[in-house]
């Protein structure tokens, strides 16, 4: 099915782009008129998948991450958030609530919070080539609220 509006967007993964990454995919699921949790679920959800490109993908380098959005009929947003840094060997265990790679003061819970935000989450990864994370939620919007 082909969007009815789409949006692309390449930053760099460097920390200060995070709040960036998803002050744009926010702004543009705005014309779905998402509710405040809505609106709140997404930006969380697009941080998570941000911040893993950053602190994962480029552990140690700079390197670029592809934001692509579109818009579908029934209020449906997907959000594809690409980088071409190390990938995941094991993407099962890597989705494990509590499983890093990092330790330290890293949670182990990004997956978990992209899952409990969005309706569906998929995750492909090849080593050494990347991983692309598949983000999508259906908006309710404003009228859900009453």
Known sequence: MKPLNEMRLKIESRSVNEAFGRSV???????????????????TAVSEAVTNCIVHAYANSVGPIYIW???YENGIIKIK???SGCGIEDVRKAMEPLYTTLGGERAGL?????ESFCDKVRVRSK?????VVTLEKR?????SDA
């Open 25 to 43: 995919v926010a702004a543009f699921a705005a014309q779905l008129d998402p509710n405040v949790e809505e609106i709140s679920d997404i930006r």
């Open 69 to 71: 959005s579109g818009i």
């Open 81 to 83: 958030i690409r980088d």
């Open 110 to 114: 990004g997956f978990a919070v992209m």
């Open 127 to 131: 080593k050494g080539i990347g991983t």
């Open 139 to 143: 908006i309710k919007g404003r009228d």
